[in-house]
Nanobody, 114 residues
Framework: QVQFVESGGGLVQPGGSLRLSCAAS????????MGWYRQVPGKNRELVAV???????DYAESVKGRFTISRDNAKNTVYLQMKSLKPEDTAVYYC????????WGQGTLVTVSS
């Protein structure tokens, strides 16, 4: 069964940093690119960062230069290092494969506010 368990969210002031982690089930992690998505209530879920099996990355323009995605293939874990956070980064963050599977974890809430 496919599972994603996200952690690391919290409340941070504008300009601050957070590091998110996601433990993924092995089969999907080994097979697909992995991504971090985020969703604000009332809006569609948005893909913000992608990491390929070999480590190549891609980012949405809104986070480029501020977020860094990485993966640890030995631990089936994907990370999102976020810096220079802005209030508009406030969202629930999820990880999933790219393209996404039908399975979603509970997400982790990131709130950027003073």
């Amino acid at each position: 069964q496919v599972q994603f368990v996200e952690s690391g969210g919290g409340l941070v002031q504008p300009g601050g940093s957070l590091r998110l982690s996601c433990a993924a089930s092995g089969s999907i992690f080994r097979t697909y690119r992995m991504g971090w998505y985020r969703q604000v209530p009332g809006k569609n879920r948005e893909l913000v960062a992608v990491v390929a099996n070999g480590g190549g990355t891609d980012y949405a323009e809104s986070v480029k230069g501020r977020f860094t995605i990485s993966r640890d293939n030995a631990k089936n874990t994907v990370y999102l290092q976020m810096k220079s956070l802005k209030p508009e980064d406030t969202a629930v963050y999820y990880c999933n494969s790219v393209p996404s599977s039908e399975f979603w974890g509970q997400g982790t809430l990131v709130t950027v506010s003073s």
